[in-house]
């Protein structure tokens, strides 16, 4: 490990693919051994996806609190061996085709890029290995006897809780949150891009893309085309441009 590495952090849900753990958690339910069992967690899931919707409006937290319930029930053992199968079919394909090239270019900047995702480690496995990512901060089930209670790992990780994870990486690399970059599509995640010295939104959503606007960020868009070319790199006291 180098002394005063830089990181760069990136969330994963639209920001660099058009994923989402909804997706992958169907994607589980409809290959679980048991037919019967499959098909009523994912008439459940079709249920109760309007519920969801507005409640992860108010709250990511209280969210992915709920959701990942769903998951109770569940063999570890029968998750980790589909995680190849689940990034081929459902991960691989979402994924936008200039992720690459943008941690690429922050590699040869002489960043690290670190993957933080509210998503479950065992949906990320094949994630973390195709896109290189050498240290993740993730949510991870608790698992009894092998079997998914419902609950995850504390602490969970949305909303203030990624800036708590990132403060306690950049501790362990030798470096300062202000020497970082930050990535994300959503405005649930503007105490993670405030908490470093370098933001950028990447495909925003509404509230993000003004905020970005305000405060001179620059605004990211991996569906049409990321052209390393445009960016000047980070110095000290300022933003990335593009």
Known sequence: MSPNQRLAFYDFDGTLTSGN???????????????ARAALKFSKLLLSIP???????????RFNEV????????REQVLRGQSRQLFDEEILPSIYPDTQALLEDDRRQGFLPVLVSGELDVALDEVIRYLGFQSVISNQLVFKDGIATGEVEAPLIAEEEKVSAMERLCLKYGTEMKQCKAYSDSFSDLPMLEAVGFPAAVNPDRKLKRAARERGWPILDLKRGFDVKQRREPSPGGAAGV
């Open 51 to 61: 519920s969801w919707l507005a409640l992860e409006s108010r709250s990511r937290r």
């Open 67 to 74: 959701f990942f319930r769903e998951y109770r029930g569940m």
């Open 21 to 35: 753990i909804v997706r992958r958690y169907a994607y589980f339910t409809l290959h679980q051994p048991s037919k």
